[in-house]
Structure formats: structure tokens, C-alpha cells
């Protein structure tokens, strides 16, 4: 079983979804950053500052309300990928604590044991066909969640919160995402703190502190601090750090930028900030399209065109979600602030200048919070071809691993890794909780995605001129969609209730 397990170490981290609990601390009533898990592993190269294992020995089981002695003798438990290619928790494993990768391996054997299940790990983009034909070899599913919301509505997952060793209630599932993952009061996936990818997938701003004192701008932190990091006082930092470095005339990699961030990314990334979503949904939990009438949402998205393109301070490419030539020129020192996601910032490990972590700037000072994007996550589906008492199972085993992760996982990654072992200050990890309190997900990406891809496109090919008419055109074919799918949940989506 240890073989298996220790071959499952890389998979476990894709399905890894990060819990913040039920209160603003992502990490409150976790255990402290110096304690590994029950065995007491700990990383042996973890520096001597470290504060030392001093917690009692403590039972994850405790926090969860699964039976004492549930347990399915040697069960198999097939956990599916869509494929290999999908990105793991960090960009590189050989860059990463021992202590946290011993705590992913530690949950999966923490759940083996407990539950005995034995795990195995499968990739192929073929189980939507496998369950068709009703193929009841995988226990759960895991992709993109705007396939698993597609498949859901075509009847080929369980209602999640239907499965009874499953409780939403607990801290280790997120009310703040999962509200935006039900369509009518019904969940057909769950973000819980099994998952990394709602950590891994939260949009920053990086920026060089050296380039920041040359340029003589204040301090970035106690502007934030302030509450005046707005989009106003960030185009002015951008302004001041763009210029031409080489003389040839020409705006190239080779000059200095204010900021990089993707075409792809960025309208995503500020209408978030903005606390402004593509779909919302009406008192019955049904989503509903406004963009064509929503008066901020098109003050927000001009706004942006005006931000980034008239701005001047602005370089892309469109090479990925996080630019490749992005990453080199900040990492040369030659861009004052890039957009990343917590899964990128191992890339800027080896940069000579120090950085810091700040979230996106609000859209004026009269906002109330900063917001932080929380893109297309990986999301998990319990397959509707399983009998009822193998979805319990799914449901159990989620259930302890997510109470697991919230007592042990999460902090390795929370506090250890991302706020101590990636970071260059402590005012980082500050900003680290700045934005994992306030970060936002756009049920539009899952939902309705022709919706963000005209958001997309519109910005992409800078058509500022056809917001609204192009807003209003789609509004019937986006209205259309909408009814389908919660047609196709409301008839597909299997229950476990009858």
C-alpha cells in the first residue's frame, strides 16, 4: 500500500483543494506552522528557526463527524485526472519543503489507514465516457471545473450535497466559493480544504523593492495598509517605472515596464478587484446575465482599456495566464510589479532583487475591501454511476481528507511554504492573509463561459467601442444558456435521495 501511496504523492497534489474555513482567517484553528501531522514528520532541512513540534499528539478524525469505526476493508478507491499535463500545487517539486510534501503524503496514508481504502491514480480525459456506459471503477473525478459543471448538467455526477458523510457545515469546506458553485440551492462539486487549487489559483502583484526605492515611490505595503492602493495610485507607480533602456526607439523587453500581466488574465483580474462579476444570481439561486444593463460593470471595464492600454505602462504577451516574457523581465529587474498566482512564485525564487506581495489595487478608496481573483480551479465530480454506497464512501473519504488537510496540510503550505520559505519579508505574509480574506470567484467562468470569453475578446483585440452593443447582442443566446443549464440540473443531476 506505502508503494502505491508514495506513487499517488504527485497526483494527491493536483486534487489538493485549500480550505480557509468558515471565518475570515484562512488558517484559524489550524495547527501551528512547526507541526507536521500525526507520525511527526518534519522536514530535516528546515531551518533552525523554525519553532519546534511543541503541540500535543492530536486526532484529525476529531474534527469531523465521521463514525469511530467507519471503515471499508481494503476498499479500492480509483481517483481520475483529466491528465498529467494539469499543473500540481507548485511549479517545481524539487524547489518545495520536505515538510509540506511529507504532509500531502501524510493525509493520503492518515486516510488509508483510517477508512482502509487503498488509493490508486488513473489520467485520461475518457472517464466522462466511462461513466456514460456506466463504468463504476472511479470513485471520484477531477477536472477544470468548467467541465465538471458541463458533465453535471448532463446527469453524469451525484448531487454533492446529498452524500450524508459529507458535512458543508464544517470549517474545512468553503461556504465563501461553494455559493458560487450551486445552481438553485444544489451542489454538484465542493471546494474543501482537500484541494489546493483554491490557494494555488488566487491572483497578486509582485513588485521589485528595489526598483521601488530607486524610483523613490512610497511604500507599497503601507499604501495597502492605508487602504489607498487604488487603480489611480497603481497607474501611477506604472508611469514612473516605464521608460526606454536601450535607445532604439522601440517598446521591447528591453526597456523598463511598470507592469506585466496577460491579455487572457487581466480583465479577469481587475473587474474581480473591483468586486464586479460577469454572472450573478437572483433570491432563488439561479444565475442570471445583467452585463448589458449593469451601469458599474461598464463604468469597471472601460475603465480597464483606459487603465492598461492609454496607461502606457503595460506589457504583454500572450505566451500563457502568467507571461514567460514577463517572468524573465521582472526576474532582470526591468518591471516594477507582474501579476501571479500563488502557483508561479516559485518561478521568481532565484531573482537577485528582493520582492513583495501585495493584492490588486481597488477601483477608488471608497471601496471597502481589497479583492483577489480566484480563477478556473480544479473542482471534483462523484461519478452518478456508482451504487449509492460507493458515492457514500467517495463522500467519507473527502470528508477525512479534508479535515486532515485543514488541521495539517494547509498550514505547511499557508504558513510554512508560501509565507515563510517563498517569501522575502514578513510583510508578505500580511499581505498573504489581505488576500486570501477577500478573494472572489466568478461563478460566470463555470456556469456560462461564452460569457468571460467575450469579455476576453473585447479586450484582447481592444474593441472598447463595442462594450455595449456586443453586451446586449449575446444577451439572448447567454439568457438561452443560462435556462439549459439549470435545466440540466434540474432533470440530470442525479441524488442519492431518489
Known amino acids: 500500500m506505502k508503494r502505491i501511496l508514495a506513487l499517488l504523492l504527485a497526483a494527491l497534489m493536483l486534487v489538493g483543494v485549500a480550505a480557509c474555513g468558515k471565518t475570515d482567517d484562512p488558517t484559524k484553528d489550524t ?53 498529467k499535463e494539469y499543473p500540481t500545487t507548485v511549479t517545481d517539486q524539487d524547489q518545495i519543503a520536505d515538510r509540506y510534501l511529507n504532509s500531502v503524503y501524510e493525509r493520503t496514508l492518515y486516510v488509508s489507514e483510517r477508512l482502509g481504502v487503498n488509493f490508486e491514480e488513473k489520467f485520461t480525459a475518457s472517464y466522462a465516457d466511462a461513466i456514460r456506459a456506466g463504468d463504476d471503477t472511479y470513485k471520484l473525478v477531477h477536472h477544470r471545473g468548467i467541465y465538471i459543471f458541463a458533465q453535471a448538467a448532463e446527469g453524469l455526477g451525484y448531487l454533492w450535497s446529498d452524500i450524508d458523510t459529507v458535512d458543508l457545515t464544517k470549517n474545512y469546506w468553503f461556504d465563501e466559493i461553494n455559493a458560487n458553485l450551486s445552481i438553485g440551492g444544489k451542489l454538484i462539486t465542493a471546494a474543501g480544504a482537500y484541494n489546493m487549487s483554491t490557494y494555488t489559483y488566487t491572483h497578486a502583484i509582485l513588485f521589485n523593492k528595489r526598483l521601488i526605492e530607486d524610483y523613490a515611490l512610497e511604500d507599497p505595503y503601507q499604501v495597502v495598509r492605508d487602504g489607498k492602493w487604488t487603480w489611480e495610485k497603481f497607474a501611477e507607480f506604472g508611469a514612473k517605472a516605464t521608460f526606454e533602456l536601450d535607445g532604439d526607439g522601440k517598446r521591447t523587453e528591453e526597456d523598463a515596464w511598470g507592469f506585466f500581466c496577460s491579455p487572457k488574465e487581466a480583465p479577469q483580474n481587475f473587474t474581480k478587484a473591483a468586486n464586479t462579476f460577469l454572472l450573478t444570481k437572483d433570491g432563488d439561486d439561479y444565475p442570471i446575465y445583467t452585463l448589458d444593463s449593469d451601469e458599474h460593470f461598464l463604468t469597471v471595464f472601460t475603465k480597464i482599456f483606459e487603465l492598461l492600454y492609454d496607461g502606457g505602462f503595460w506589457k504583454w504577451t500572450d505566451d500563457g495566464d502568467i507571461s514567460e516574457m514577463g517572468i524573465r523581465v521582472f526576474n532582470a529587474g526591468r518591471a516594477l ?38 480563477e478556473n480551479i480544479f473542482l471534483p465530480m462523484i461519478p452518478s454511476s456508482l451504487q449509492l454506497k460507493d458515492a457514500v464512501m467517495t463522500g467519507a473519504v473527502m470528508e477525512a481528507m479534508s479535515s486532515y488537510a485543514i488541521r495539517y496540510t494547509i498550514p505547511e503550505y499557508y504558513e510554512v511554504l508560501l509565507k515563510t520559505k517563498l517569501s522575502r519579508d514578513e510583510q508578505s505574509g500580511e499581505m498573504f492573509d489581505i488576500i486570501m480574506k477577500n478573494r472572489v470567484f466568478d461563478p460566470a467562468l463555470f456556469y456560462i463561459p461564452d460569457v468571460e470569453r467575450l469579455i476576453r475578446d473585447l479586450f484582447m483585440n481592444e474593441k472598447r467601442d463595442r462594450i455595449v452593443s456586443d453586451l446586449a447582442r449575446k444577451a439572448g443566446t447567454f439568457d438561452t444558456q443560462i435556462e439549459e443549464l439549470i435545466v440540466g440540473f434540474e432533470e440530470n443531476v442525479k441524488s442519492v435521495l431518489g
Open 337 to 374: 510589479m507582474i501579476d501571479t498566482q500563488f502557483l508561479t512564485i516559485p518561478q521568481f525564487r532565484d531573482m537577485d532583487a528582493d520582492f513583495g506581495v501585495i493584492p490588486y489595487p481597488k477601483f477608488d478608496e471608497s471601496q471597502d475591501k481589497y479583492y483577489s481573483e480566484n
Open 31 to 83: 495547527t501551528p506552522s512547526g507541526t507536521s501531522g500525526p507520525s511527526g514528520t518534519s522536514d530535516t532541512n528546515a531551518p533552525d528557526t523554525e519553532p519546534a513540534d511543541t503541540e500535543p499528539a492530536f486526532d484529525p478524525g476529531d474534527l469531523d463527524d465521521l463514525p469511530k469505526d467507519l471503515y471499508y476493508d481494503g476498499a479500492d478507491f480509483v481517483f481520475c485526472s483529466a491528465g
